[in-house]
């Protein structure tokens, strides 16, 4: 049988099967000799040893479209960074961050700017105003009022046959939002709940929660490293989408777009068409890349 594992903790794996349920899996020793690790996420092949315990074997695991790091998760579609507009108020270095994290592990990026109730219409369209040129869908949310969640608009729509995972600091209302986008899910909740709370699953790990067909969010511990220690500060442009469009223009071949004369991006920024926030964060990330440390 073919499932997708939604959780893995101490050499157990949880994989669903659709339309039977969820199995208790090992990995067979294989894996262990070739040096392959089951994530969550990946799609794998089963056999069956206990049909009344739902106890099987993982005989294989099917090819991945891509895979992250920190957290292990395998077969993602886009990350969803959840920020609040208040209490606490959008940390946007540490938002921009995460996006060029995105775009370095080439995973596409939602925003959701959550307790948009405890703000005005103006000031979500100045938020919005930021990252028109992001290349990223911004949805604002309320799981107080349900604002935002349904319709065409609305962060269910972002996330229908995808599998999303989520991002963003604490306090934000990432939980929140998880149970109230599950809270139809009619997925075997029970049978769920009693296989990952038998006693030895004390540690928080990274799990597929499954929203309906082929609709998955993946509720992780967190980035363990917000550390850009993957690309030179020359790179750091190609992961601002906003600057795309002047690339080539400027002066001088290679411009880094700090301080060189003839840059057509800090044209675009006086001129209005690159937001200034943005922008000052792309110079906080280069002079991080700058100075970090070389071994």
């Known amino acids: 049988m073919q499932g997708r594992i939604i959780k893995g903790v101490g050499g157990f794996y949880y994989v669903h099967i ?19 690790k089951p994530l969550v996420g990946d799609e794998v092949r089963i056999e069956v040893l206990d049909e009344k315990d739902r106890e099987g074997s993982i005989q294989e695991i099917l090819p991945r479209k ?37 775009g370095i592990a080439q995973v596409p990026a939602c925003l959701c700017f959550n307790k948009a109730d405890l703000c005005g219409s103006r000031e979500r369209e100045r938020v919005a105003g930021i990252y028109a040129g992001s290349g990223c869908p911004v949805v604002f949310t309320s799981t107080r009022t349900g604002d935002g969640i349904a319709g065409a608009k ?36 029970g049978e769920v709940s009693k296989k990952l709370k038998k006693g030895r699953h ?29 690309i030179e500060k020359e790179e750091l442009r190609f992961y601002f989408p906003e600057f795309q ?12 777009h700090i301080s060189e004369p003839g840059c057509f991006v800090r044209r675009a920024l006086e001129e209005g068409k690159i ?3 943005r922008y000052e964060d792309y110079l906080d990330l280069f002079d991080e890349l700058k100075n970090k440390r070389r071994y």
């Open 202 to 230: 004390t540690t928080r790990h990274s799990q597929l929660i499954p929203l309906r067909a082929e609709t998955y969010l993946v509720d992780t511990p967190g980035f363990s490293s917000l550390y850009l220690d993957a």
């Open 18 to 36: 659709p339309q039977k349920g969820l199995y208790e899996c090992r990995a067979k020793g294989i894996f262990r000799k070739e040096n392959k």
């Open 154 to 189: 609305g962060l269910d729509r972002l996330l229908e046959g995808k599998t999303t995972v989520v991002a963003g600091p604490s306090g934000v209302g990432k939980s929140s939002l998880a149970n109230l986008l599950q809270k139809d899910v009619q997925m075997e909740t």
């Open 66 to 102: 891509n895979q992250l790091i920190r957290p292990a998760v395998a077969n993602v579609d886009q990350a969803l960074l959840v920020f609040a507009m208040e209490d606490p108020r959008p940390n946007y270095l540490l938002l921009d961050r995460f996006l060029v994290m995105m």
């Open 245 to 256: 469009e002047y690339e080539g223009n400027c002066r001088f071949q290679g411009c880094v």
């Open 275 to 277: 937001s200034a926030s």
